[in-house]
């Protein structure tokens, strides 16, 4: 399985980003997409890589972090095997490098996972607020 991110850069406060997770490998033997839960990550500098919002059962159920519910929006195109985290009204304090992870066969909701229970990982896309 390889994860993909894309969309980071320089944006002003008040901005906004889409950023991609394209997942390759994933599909085989009956595997779908679908049978994932994948979560998007961030990493400030000098700080914890923490859980900004996820999505398992095929998008039936999308999870928001606090922080971002109501300016972040993650969605999943399961015929491309991509997920996007529309980010708007961003703030400094979201720059960060920004990661997408992949668990296959989540048992819970993805909320229930945390970066440790990931097993796949991108390179990850860095996103930067600053006037």
């Known amino acids: 399985v390889q994860l993909v991110e894309s969309g980071g850069g320089l944006v002003q406060p008040g901005g906004s980003l889409r950023l991609s997770c394209a997942a390759s490998?994933?599909?085989?033997?009956?595997?779908?997409?679908?049978?994932?839960?994948i979560g998007w990550f961030r990493q400030a500098p000098g700080k914890e890589r923490e859980g900004v919002s996820c999505?398992?059962?095929?998008?039936?159920?999308?999870y928001s972090a606090d922080s971002v519910k109501g300016r972040f929006t993650m969605s999943g195109d399961s015929a491309r095997n991509t997920v996007y985290l529309q980010m708007n009204s961003l703030s400094p304090k979201d720059t960060a490098v920004y990661f997408c992870?992949?668990?296959?066969?989540?048992?819970?909701?993805?909320?229930?996972?945390?970066?440790?229970?990931?097993?796949?990982w991108g390179q990850g896309t860095e996103v930067t607020v600053s006037s």
């Open positions: 490998g994933v599909t085989f033997d009956g595997v779908t997409f679908d049978d994932y839960a």
């Open positions: 999505i398992s059962s095929g998008a039936s159920n999308v």
């Open positions: 992870a992949a668990k296959p066969f989540p048992y819970y909701d993805c909320s229930a996972y945390g970066p440790l229970d990931y097993d796949y």
